[in-house]
């Protein structure tokens, strides 16, 4: 198998209106990124995935594109964004762009043309009914909104500031190829695709994600943009199976390098429920079900897997999994060290390296984010209580991902100088750190540094087979077996002791949060210890 720097890369993704503040409106921007390059460096990350920063009127922060050419004024200047793109490259951190192809905002000139002009090419980018069906929105709602001036609904699966494109119309297809094509020209490590399971959909068939020409349009991109150069490609792919993202990511499929799975992100909520039904209590047999189906059907040779707990679209992992209190710092560890060590592109989010958590959210006018927002709305309609709402929102809604980069304990966290920011900086920042991080030897900083080292030095994590070992419950443990060589990666997933009798002898420590001689002598793990050592 020809192999890529993907694949011995960890990838940091920056929410950029959350991350440096550097010209102080209270949001951040591209300079602030620039400024914090040493410290990511430092950290020794691959690749930024970039949210957008696009031309947008931030009706869903940027995921609402009016001009793909052009950055939003809120984040500066496209001088900027090359500066960016040539600091990080002289650090040797490639910049993944985030390609919003699904949709555009409802202000790009393709859409006020199709709206204002009936006759006009542009009408056909987007997708117009005489009369809706009973397609919802993810974001709450009908899928269609009527448009009185030429008496019929477009199509948006998102907000309705997002129309959908219409990936029929060949035309449009190349106009979206050139796009990338311009931004691979300036020297970009590739894209993170925002839902593109979707670009195939049938609604008259009510087919949203994974629709008939779905792969037929991947192939299509690839080969008139990223085919020609060695980028990364990742998928956000919500419904996808092993089966769907082997297709993706097969080496010779001329697809993508890999997509996102999110099947252990549906533990994160009550079966078959929406996510609002949060469920605190993280199901270790159903956790480690999946990810070994996952690390086995996904395996070498057959297609890549992408490992992350975290995006901005997702809850601070140790508010829901980990422990916010006493083990803090080691559960964030156990976390970093059972999903690193397997099979696939690690993926950090802002903040996951210093053990950011949930932002204790009291009342609905804190909120920011249109998801939680209609979805407030919504559940008020239908009878439930501010109390529920607000209980669900603050365990899951997006915005807990969205509070602003703690860099240090001064105003804001370091994050800016402005007296507001867009959201409120977590109040326990003066301890959640990135400047105290750094201080500490021992902080949850250089644990992850040390993952993204093994990451680029060890070509076992590559390579090597994965086997799930039985053992307790709440005990996270595989195996990554090559012909001479073999590594046990144990990681107990509780705040109680467990029971562990895998092994007596090893031969080297790799990584440990723990004192691991204990557990072997003992037959214990104590809560939330994480390591690997070689058996052999
Ligand atoms: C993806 C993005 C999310 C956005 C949505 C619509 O799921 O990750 O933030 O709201 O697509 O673009």
């Given at each position: 198998m020809q192999k890529h720097w993907w694949h011995k890369a960890t990838i940091y993704q920056i929410y950029p209106k959350s991350f440096m503040d550097a010209n102080g409106d209270g949001l951040g921007d591209l300079k602030g990124i620039t400024s914090k390059l040493d410290y990511l460096q430092k950290l020794g990350i691959t690749a930024i995935w970039l949210s957008p920063v696009y031309q947008s009127p931030m009706d869903d922060n940027g995921y609402d594109i009016s001009d793909y050419q052009a950055i939003a004024d809120i984040f500066g200047s496209m001088a900027d964004m090359d500066e960016l793109l040539k600091e990080a490259n002289s650090r040797g951190i490639k910049i993944i762009m985030d390609l919003v192809v699904n949709h555009t905002s409802d202000e790009h000139a393709w859409f006020i043309e199709a709206r204002s002009n009936?006759?006009?090419?542009?009408?056909?980018?987007y997708i117009w009914r005489d009369q809706p069906n009973d397609l919802l929105s993810i974001f709450g709602g009908s899928a269609w909104e009527y448009d009185q001036a030429s008496n019929q609904y477009y199509l948006h699966f998102f907000s309705k500031k997002q129309p959908d494109l219409n990936w029929e119309n060949a035309e449009l297809r190349q106009k979206i190829y050139d796009m990338m094509n311009f931004w691979i020209a300036k020297g970009i490590g590739g894209f993170r695709m925002d839902v593109i399971d979707m670009i195939g959909k049938i609604p008259d068939q009510k087919i949203s994600s994974n629709g008939p020409k779905l792969h037929d349009y991947i192939k299509e991109m690839n080969q008139a943009t990223f085919g020609q150069h060695d980028l990364l490609t990742v998928g956000e792919t919500w419904g996808a199976t092993p089966e769907i993202a082997k297709r993706y990511s097969e080496p010779d499929g001329q697809e993508l390098s890999m997509v996102f799975q999110f099947e252990h992100v549906s533990l994160q909520h009550k079966p078959n429920a929406p996510k609002w039904d949060y469920e605190k209590e993280l199901d270790v047999p159903e956790l480690k079900n999946i990810f070994a189906k996952w690390q086995t059907e996904l395996a070498l040779g057959q297609g890549w897997n992408s490992l992350f707990w975290n995006n901005h679209d997702l809850p601070r992992v140790l508010s829901i999994w980990g422990n916010t209190g006493t083990y803090r710092q080691k559960s964030a560890k156990a976390l970093a060290i059972l999903l690193h060590l397997m099979r696939g592109t690690p993926y950090i989010y802002q903040g996951e390296e210093i053990g950011m958590v949930n932002y204790p959210f009291k009342d609905l006018s804190e909120i920011n984010d249109i998801e939680s927002l209609n979805y407030a709305q919504e559940a008020l309609e239908n009878g439930k209580t501010k109390e529920q709402i607000m209980d669900s929102i603050c365990m899951i809604g997006r915005d807990n991902a969205r509070t602003p980069m703690q860099w240090d304990r001064t105003k804001q966290a370091g994050f800016s100088v402005s007296d507001q920011t867009w959201l409120p900086v977590n109040p326990n920042y003066k301890d959640v750190n990135a400047a105290a991080a750094l201080a500490d030897p021992d902080s949850i900083f250089y644990t992850y540094q040390k993952l993204v080292g093994l990451r680029k030095e060890c070509d076992w994590l590559i390579d090597a087979d994965f086997e799930l070992l039985e053992t307790a419950d709440k005990v996270f443990a595989y195996k990554r077996s090559l012909p001479d060589e073999s590594y046990l990666i144990a990681v107990n997933l509780s705040d109680e002791e467990q029971d562990f009798e895998l092994t007596d002898s090893y031969k080297e420590t790799i990584i440990s949060n723990t004192d691991e001689n204990q557990a072997f002598a003992n037959h214990k793990l104590q809560p939330w210890d994480a390591f690997c050592v070689r058996l052999n």
């Open positions: 009936p006759e006009s090419p542009e009408r056909d980018y």
